[in-house]
């Protein structure tokens, strides 16, 4: 892991937010419960309410992160290219503290990235992921 990357994406209040953002998802999990608990007919009208109410907002966000996913993947590339041409700079951030670091930043965020995963295929997971 780069330091530089890891620690320019680093921030302790995203961070905090994940965690935040995690503790949602026990607590809709627990509160999924009481829907499972429902009637049928009741389950039936809060699924179309459901598409009925957010189809054309689920295309726009997903039309919006493709292109960010373009952007993004153009920018690091640019990034990568620009970081390689200032050597003692580049010696400074791969040394050992600095690995460290990234390593335990990109850690935070391969696990938040794992749960969110298990969420999604577990059918769990309702809200953006911000990390």
Not at 21 to 44: F, G
Not at 89 to 113: G, M, P, R
């Amino acid at each position: 892991m780069s330091f530089l990357s890891q620690s320019e994406k680093y921030d302790p209040n995203q961070a905090a937010d994940v965690i935040i953002d995690m503790q949602k998802e026990l607590d809709d999990e627990l509160a999924l419960k009481d829907t499972l608990d429902a009637s049928v007919e009741d389950k039936i009208e809060k699924a179309r309410e459901f598409l009925r109410d957010n189809a054309v907002l689920v295309d726009s966000q997903l039309e919006k992160l493709k292109d960010l996913d373009e952007k993004i993947r153009e920018a690091v590339a640019e990034n990568v290219k620009l970081q390689e041409q200032d050597k003692e700079y580049h010696d400074l951030i791969t040394s050992d503290d600095y690995l460290d670091i990234a390593n335990k930043i990109a850690e935070f965020n391969v696990t938040a990235t794992k749960l969110s995963d298990f969420l999604i295929e577990s059918g769990r997971r309702g809200r953006v992921f911000h990390y």
